[in-house]
Structures are given as C-alpha cells and as structure tokens.
C-alpha cells in the first residue's frame, strides 16, 4: 500500500476511530493522541497487512489496543477501578453513564463502544475481537444489562 492510498483511507475512518476512542477517555486530547498514535502505528505496519479491503478492520484493532494500553495507564493516575464481572447492582450505582461505562469489564466496555460509538455489526465486532458472534451477543446483553441495572439504580435514587 502506497502511502497517499493509506492516508486516503484513514481520512474516510477518523471520525469512526476518535468516535471508538473518546468514551475510554472522557477527554478530546487522550482520544485525539490515542488516534494518532494507532494510525502511526498502523503506518509503520502498514506493509504486514495483507488485504486491504480489511484495512478499516485492522487499523480499529490497532486503536483498540492503544486505547486499552492507554486506559491502564490513565486508570492507574486517577485511581479508577474496574468492576468485577459479577457487579450487583449496588456496586454500580450513582455513577453517570458515562463512569458506569468505563467501569464495565474490557470485554463488555470494548463490545459496547464498537457497537455504538464505532457503528459495527455483532459479525464485524466478531472479527475485531477474534471472538465468536455467539460470545460478542452474550458480551453485548451482559454489558447492557448491567448498564441498564445502573442507570435504573440512578433514576431510584
């Protein structure tokens, strides 16, 4: 791939990638930094990708994993913690949507941003997670309904 035709194609996808990674941050400038470091990245590796028609694919997961990286670091300087999988209801409440968001395990957080904020299918979202639909569907109605259990704890309270 030719470097003009790479940043062609990363021009049509940017809005989608700071769309995936600004809800790990809450913050314009992490998001902005975690996009461009993934499409340096993805610059630098751009010759190990072997058919292009996944470039989008393959760029997301480059994103998801800087974003992931980035989260650790971020979570440990401002001392979030995340949930544990089995999260009642209590443990979750009086947070924004937001907060409640981030605080969800990183596989049902990742299933949830790509699926809303990056505008991905449960197949595609299957094929950047290299996990089966039937495990991105399962992740997906876990994460909600602990979303769910939450924002209805805040509407009690």
């Given at each position: 791939m030719?470097?003009?035709e790479f940043f062609d194609r990363v021009e049509s996808v940017r809005k989608k990638l700071y769309?995936?990674?600004?809800?790990?941050?809450?913050?314009?400038?992490?998001?902005?930094?975690?996009?461009?470091?993934?499409?340096?990245?993805?610059?630098?590796?751009?010759?190990?990708?072997?058919q292009p028609q996944f470039f989008e694919t393959w760029l997301?997961?480059?994103?998801?994993?800087?974003?992931?990286?980035?989260?650790?670091?971020?979570k440990?300087?401002?001392?979030?913690?995340?949930?544990?999988?089995d999260a009642s209801p209590s443990e979750i409440?009086?947070?924004?949507?937001?907060?409640?968001?981030m605080k969800l395990p990183e596989k049902y957080r990742q299933v949830i941003?790509?699926?809303f904020f990056g505008g991905y299918t449960i197949v595609e979202i299957a094929e950047l997670t290299e996990c089966p639909q039937g495990t991105v569907a399962t992740r997906?109605?876990?994460?909600?309904?602990?979303?769910?259990?939450?924002?209805?704890?805040?509407?009690?309270a």
């Open positions: 030719k470097d003009q769309a995936i990674a600004y809800p790990y941050f809450n913050s314009e400038s992490m998001a902005v930094d975690a996009v461009d470091e993934a499409i340096y990245k993805g610059y630098l590796k751009k010759k190990q990708l072997k997301v997961r480059i994103l998801m994993n800087v974003c992931n990286t980035k989260y650790k670091h971020y440990k300087q401002v001392g979030i913690e995340e949930l544990p999988e409440e009086n947070l924004p949507l937001k907060e409640a968001l941003l790509l699926k997906m109605r876990k994460a909600l309904g602990l979303l769910r259990m939450e924002l209805e704890e805040e509407e009690v």
